[in-house]
C-alpha cells in the first residue's frame, strides 16, 4: 500500500506531541528538517510502517531513544489476560466457536498507541462486549475455513500488545477445531509502539500455544524486504495467513500471498478506504480488496 499524505502529516504531528516539552529548537528544527529530507527521497511505494521505522531511526540520532510504551503494553497485557477466562467461555458457548473467536481477536485491535491518540479502555471493553453480535463477511469466511485442511501451514502475524490474549485464544480455537493445521505466530523483532514481540508473546502465553518467532526488524508491520530468513521462509511456505492490524494491510497489500487481513479500521484513511465507520471490522483476503 503506497503511502498517503495523510499517512505522513499523521507521522509528522505524532512526533511532534512527542517533543512539545522540547527547549533545544535548534536540536529540534534540525530533526525535522532530517525527517522531510528523509521523505522527500523515499521510495513511492513507502508505507506509513516503513516511514516510521526510519524516522525512529533518525530520532536515535538526535535523541538517542525511541518511546517503547513498556507500562501501557503491559497494562493491557494484564487487562486482556484478566478477561481471557470470560470471553473463551463466550466463545465456546457460541454457536460457531471459530468465528467468534475471530470477532474476539478483531476487535482486540483497537489497542493501537500508533494509529490513536488515546486507547480508552472503556472503549475497549464496549468493543469486547459488541464483538460476540458482530458480522463477518460469509464468503470470506466460507473459502477460510475451507483451507483450513489437515498438514496446511498457518501463520498468523500479530500486531499489539493486549489485543494478543484475542490472538492467543483464536489460535487455540483453531487449533481444537483442526487439530493437524500447523501454525506459526510471527511477532515483531524489536520494540515499536506498542506492538507484540517475542517477550510479550511469552508473557501472555502465546507461546505455549503455538511455535513463535520474531521477524527480525522494528517496522510497525511486516515489511518483507526487512524480515529474517526465518519468518520470510514460515511466510513462503504458508499456505494461508491471518494478518493482524492496519500495519500489516499498509506493508503487505498487493505481495500477492494468500493473507486474510483482520483489523478495526481506525484512522480516516482505513474508514473512507473501507467504507466502514470508525472501529468496524474488517476480515477480507488479499484478492478482493
Avoid: H
Avoid at 66 to 76: G, I, M, Q, S
Avoid at 106 to 112: E, L, M, Q, T
Avoid at 268 to 286: C, T
Amino acid at each position: 500500500m503506497n503511502l498517503s499524505a495523510r499517512c505522513i502529516c499523521c507521522l509528522i504531528r505524532g512526533q511532534e506531541n512527542m517533543l512539545k516539552e522540547e527547549r533545544d529548537d535548534a536540536r529540534k528544527s534540525a530533526y525535522f528538517k532530517a525527517i522531510m529530507k528523509m521523505i522527500g527521497n523515499c521510495e513511492e511505494e513507502c508505507s506509513a510502517p516503513v516511514l516510521l521505522s526510519r524516522i525512529n531511526e533518525i530520532k536515535r540520532g538526535y535523541y538517542g531513544e525511541v518511546p517503547e510504551y513498556r507500562e501501557e503494553k503491559e497494562r493491557f497485557n494484564r487487562l486482556m489476560l484478566s478477561l481471557a477466562n470470560k470471553i473463551e467461555e463466550e466463545i465456546l458457548k457460541s454457536q460457531d466457536p471459530l468465528a467468534a473467536a475471530i470477532r474476539y481477536a478483531r476487535a482486540g485491535n483497537y489497542i493501537d498507541f500508533g494509529a490513536l491518540p488515546e486507547v480508552k479502555e472503556e472503549l475497549l471493553l464496549e468493543l469486547l462486549e459488541k464483538a460476540g453480535k458482530d458480522e463477518l463477511e460469509e464468503e470470506t469466511y466460507r473459502r477460510f475455513r475451507a483451507e483450513l485442511k489437515p498438514g496446511n501451514r498457518l501463520v498468523y502475524l500479530t500486531d499489539n500488545c493486549g489485543e494478543i490474549v484475542m490472538d492467543k485464544l483464536l489460535v487455540r480455537e483453531l487449533k481444537r477445531s483442526f487439530p493437524d493445521l500447523a501454525v506459526t505466530v510471527i511477532v515483531r523483532g524489536a520494540p515499536v509502539l506498542n506492538d507484540a514481540t517475542l517477550e510479550d508473546a511469552e508473557f501472555v502465553g502465546l507461546d505455549r500455544e503455538a511455535k513463535v518467532i520474531g521477524n527480525g526488524n522494528d517496522v510497525a508491520g511486516t515489511y518483507l524486504a526487512a524480515l529474517s530468513w526465518e519468518a520470510k521462509e514460515e511466510l513462503e511456505q504458508a499456505d494461508l495467513i491471518i494478518a493482524k492490524g492496519q500495519g500489516n494491510f499498509e506493508t503487505l497489500k498487493g505481495c500477492g500471498l494468500n493473507i486474510y487481513y483482520l483489523f478495526l479500521c481506525k484512522c480516516e484513511l482505513f474508514v473512507e478506504r473501507f467504507g466502514m465507520e470508525q472501529y468496524k471490522g474488517v476480515f477480507v483476503n488479499e484478492k478482493n480488496c
